[in-house]
């Protein structure tokens, strides 16, 4: 026996189960990998962060929407803007909240034909009939006040009446101080003379030299200053007085608007009128300034010019 040579013990293994050997222990042959294929990278432990993209269009359509109601607001704000500029207050008329049970209206019954009074003491006229028809319209009782033309304002101002209809011709001057209805009449002025007297035609230029009477304050006045000398023209507190001083020749002529002429020369056959009428004026139912009652009024004259009362009226007092 040769003691130099030794060998291992076989194994007691009864089930004859091979032994495992441990991945990369010695003895094993590593793995070899292709040439020119490199290792995966190594996982990490942290999962990588989920896509924002879901988010950021979110914010964008909710922007987008807010910025659409802004403009919106910003067009309505504009658009209304330019509407109240287009709406001037004199356009815009306040209705009073309730109707007023009376009416009281002032007039210088002195205007035959337009306004008078009667032998029974009752006014007629034109602007009576067209006073009441107001008030049958708005259902409301009008009352009607017989002032002198001096004190017919100052009984406006001073509220004694709520309204004048009295032939008030609608001048820029007056405007100044009164607000006006719109025109229920239009009514020139005329010429009227004597009968006998030839000296004066349907010229205006023959009046040149002529005594010409007026109511103090009135459109005739203005228009006689434009006819003859100042000194020549004779101012009257009324029309009544205007008109006796011309029949009984004290002037040589008198100025008078049409409806109220035609009265005139009504009452006095020894008149007449000579000329067309040398001016277009109209006549308009006279308010304190702002009054809230204008628009409705305003309204009604409208009613009843589409109903044919006014042309009515005319026929009535004027044909």
């Known amino acids: ?15 004859g189960v091979q032994p495992t ?18 290792s995966p990278p190594a996982s990490s432990s942290t999962p990588a962060p989920a896509p924002q993209k879901g988010k950021s269009m979110l914010w964008v359509i909710i922007l987008l929407i807010f910025s ?13 803007t330019q509407l109240q500029q287009l709406m001037s207050p004199s356009e815009v008329t306040t209705l009073p909240a309730e109707v007023p049970k ?23 006229g034109y602007d009576i009939d067209f006073g009441e028809k107001i008030g049958e319209e708005l259902g409301v009782k009008v009352t009607f006040k017989n002032i002198p033309w001096d004190d017919l304002f100052t009984a406006l101002e001073n509220k004694e009446i709520d ?16 607000d006006f209805s719109t025109e229920y009449l239009n009514a020139g002025q005329v010429v009227i003379t004597q009968r006998t007297n030839a000296s004066i035609s349907s010229s205006a230029a023959t009046l040149q030299g002529k005594r010409i009477g007026v109511q103090e304050g009135t459109t005739n006045e203005q228009k006689a200053l434009t006819l003859t000398s100042e000194n020549l023209v004779i101012r009257y507190p009324d029309f009544v007085q205007a008109t006796q001083a011309l029949v009984d020749g004290d002037v040589d002529a008198i100025l008078a608007d049409l ?23 109209y006549y308009g139912i006279v ?22 009362v006014l042309t009515d009226l005319k026929q009535k007092w004027f044909d």
């Open 68 to 80: 659409f109601i802004c403009g919106l607001g910003v067009v309505a704000w504009y658009f209304q």
């Open 287 to 308: 308010f304190r300034k702002n009054d809230p009652n204008l628009g409705r009024i305003n309204e009604t004259i409208s009613i009843l010019k589409t109903k044919g």
């Open 259 to 281: 409806p109220g002429g035609k009265g005139i020369v009504t009452q006095n056959p020894t008149l007449k009128i000579v000329s067309d009428p040398l001016t277009n004026e």
């Open 21 to 38: 050997i441990p991945i990369g222990t010695a003895g094993t042959p590593p793995v070899s990998q292709p040439s020119g294929v490199s």
């Open 102 to 124: 009376e009416i009281i209206v002032g007039t210088d019954a002195t205007f035959h034909l337009m306004e008078y009074v009667a032998s029974d003491g009752a006014l007629l």
């Open 1 to 15: 026996m040769d003691t130099n040579n030794t060998t291992n013990p076989p194994v007691n293994n009864p089930l």
């Open 163 to 178: 309204m004048i209809i009295s032939s008030v011709t609608i001048t820029e001057e007056r405007k100044q101080q009164y």
